[in-house]
Structure formats: C-alpha cells, structure tokens
C-alpha cells in the first residue's frame, strides 16, 4: 500500500464564476442595483448572490485582478480573500512564486478558520515549504481540517494513524477514516482502503470488497491502483479471473507511462497471453521501461528470438512514442550552396550569314534543390 501524501484539491472546485476586471465589476454593481424588474425577480427566484469580484477574476485568469480586489479584503480579515491570495503566491500566478509569503496568507485565513487554508498550511509544514519543516505542526493542522469535516485531511490522518508517530498508532482508527474518505470518492483513499481490506489492516479481511475498491480507485484513472487490480484479475484474487481484462488494464497503465505496467505488458504480449503474441510490441513496451531504469531479465528472455529488423523497429517505435515513426513530422531543409568562383567568360561566336540548324534537344532545365 502506498502511502502518499494527497495534495491541496484545485481551488478553482470552489469558485463561481464573476466578472474579472474592474470594468466589468462595475457593469456588475449597475446591475445588481435594486429596480422594479430586479424586486419581481427576487420576489420569484429569491434573492441574488452577490458577485464576487476577486474569485471571478481567479477564475478567468487575471490574477492580478483578483489580487487587486482580494487585497482589501483579505486586510479586513477575510478569510477566503486570504487564501486566494496564498494561492496566488503559492503558486506563482502572476506573481513571482513566494513560499514564504503564502505560507503567511495561508496562516492568516487559517487563524480565521478557512478549512482549506489549514490544510494547505499541513502540507507546507509537512514538507518545509515557505516554513520549518514540522511534522507534529502538520500533524495538529491535518486533524483541525479532518476534524472541520475536509475529506483530504481526513485521508492523510489516516495514514499518519498507520504510521503511528505524528499520530496514536491505532489502524482501526485509520480504517475508518479512509472509509470516510473513499465514501466520499478520493480515488486515493479507495486504492487504500481496498488494500487493507485485503490485508485485513484495522478491520477482517474481505478480499471482495477490497477488489472493489480498489477498482473504484482504478476508473478515476489512478495508475497504481489500475496496475493492482489488474494483478487480482489475472490472479482471481477477490474477483473471477480475468486475463482479458487485466491485459486491458494493464495496457491502460502503460499507455499513462508507468514503467511497471509496460513491463508486465510486453510479458504477456510476448507469450500471447490474454493478448495476441507480438513480440514487436513487446520489444517496443520494454525499452519504454527500461528507460525508466526497469530491466527485467525473464522479459528478455522470451524475446531472444525476436528478429533483428523487428528489434531494431520496436526501437525506433520507442524513440517516438507515444506517436508512431511514419507520423512525425518531418522537417526538410533546402540547402544553397553559394558559388565561390566565377566561370571564365566565353568568347560569343562570330556572327555567321547562315542560320543555325536547331538543336536535337531542348536547353537543359535548372534542377530543383534536393534535400541533404
């Protein structure tokens, strides 16, 4: 089980949309002023959100706008204004990227009980990013967020539960926060969750339902959890076997890039297992994972019998993946070659009272530069 620690979910999951530039803002005040159209309007549908300007502008991509109009509110205490600004610099949209800076905003918005802002702050004490690297700071920031009901936090105080030293060593503890956060469909914490039930981790285990999950996790296109539900397939492990569909998933991790699905692609396309043999693309799936530092002598075993031509355009396929050769562009380049001396100069014929007789061919044509 992998134990990764889940990043900060885009912020933009939490904006609506609004008008970005001043301009437009006060387009916007005009026509939120209170009329007769506009009271109807209320009286029907109730009343109207106010526009927010900053977000809006976060939102389309003028973050110096939104930087603009984040500002004073974010200097009144506005806790969401706070955090927009964090991301700003935290990210460097706009802006030259200061972790220091964002870490500040985001201490700020998370005193006034922004829940992501508390997260993100985790994250960054975690790591040591803009600030000294804390874990025991991180860990209390993790359980403020879980405890506020943040489903990342959520998942990361589950693993800091399994590791057993930010937080009390209790893997029923964790279980049940990763049900939490895999109910909640972070494909993460599905792929964990499904392998301690496996396992049996803080709770019996139950091989079927772990599947489950774990293929949960592998639909929302998580590499590491399509790689392991492949294997239960092949294997028949908690599911029917299935050589098929783990040679789908498998290929499915292959073609995202990951050098382990590859490999365990072109095995079974060497042997023609759940896929027709094709010893060139199997050769072609292992150099891509040997590229990644991934040698497998079993693999090169069963393709010491591939032709030399077929290796040899296995590798060539590589090089260009995940286009083919045929398909690349070509780039063509004419070349003049200036000439450097002068032809002598003829001596034209003498004039002649008799009319040439016509040549047996027509003057050679000037060629056409060839490519190099």
């Known amino acids: 089980m992998t134990l990764p620690w889940l990043i900060a979910a885009s912020l933009l999951a939490l904006l609506a949309a609004a008008p970005a530039t001043a301009q437009e803002a006060a387009t916007t005040t005009d026509a939120m002023q209170e009329g007769p159209a506009e009271r109807i309007s209320d009286q029907i549908f109730g009343p109207r959100v106010p526009t927010d300007l900053a977000f809006g502008a976060f939102q389309r991509g003028y973050f110096l706008t939104a930087l603009e109009f984040a500002l004073p ?18 990210k460097g949209l706009g802006v030259a990227q200061n ?14 009980g922004d829940v992501l802002a508390t997260f993100e702050l985790a994250l960054l004490y975690q790591e040591g990013i803009g600030v000294p690297k804390n874990r025991a700071r991180a860990a209390d920031l993790f359980n403020k967020a879980a405890q506020a009901g943040y489903v990342p936090a959520k998942y990361n105080m589950a693993l800091l539960h399994i590791e057993g030293v ?56 998580l590499t590491a959890a399509q ?27 292959a073609e995202a890039g990951n050098a382990v699905a590859q490999n365990r692609y072109a095995k079974l396309l060497a042997v023609g297992e759940g896929v027709p043999l094709d010893l060139q693309e199997a050769a072609m799936w292992r150099a891509l994972a040997r590229r990644q530092g991934l040698s497998d002598p079993s693999l090169d075993r069963l393709l010491v019998s591939i032709p030399a031509e077929d290796l040899a355009k296995a590798e060539e396929r590589a090089r260009f993946w995940p286009l083919e050769p045929a398909t690349v562009p070509k ?38 530069p060839q490519n190099p």
């Open 166 to 221: 930010y937080a009390s060593p209790s893997l029923s503890t964790a279980a049940a926060l990763m049900l939490e956060a895999a109910e909640a469909e972070l494909p993460e914490a599905q792929y964990d969750y499904g392998t301690m039930l496996i396992e049996g981790a803080g709770m019996p285990p139950d091989p079927v339902k772990g599947a489950r999950y774990i293929e949960l996790a592998a639909e929302q296109n």
């Open 99 to 112: 972790d220091q800076r964002a870490a500040g905003w985001y201490q700020l918005a998370a005193n006034n």
């Open 73 to 90: 509110r974010a200097e009144q205490g506005d806790a969401a204004a706070q955090t927009l600004i964090a991301e700003i610099y935290a």
């Open 227 to 253: 790689i392991d539900y492949a294997t239960l397939l092949y294997m028949g492990q908690g599911i029917d076997q299935d050589i098929e569909a783990a040679v789908a998933w498998y290929a499915r991790a």
């Open 331 to 368: 780039i063509e380049t004419i070349f003049e070659v200036p000439s450097v001396t002068q032809p002598p100069e003829q001596t034209p014929p003498a004039p002649s009272d008799t009319a040439p007789e016509a040549s047996a061919s027509e003057p050679a044509q000037p060629t056409e």
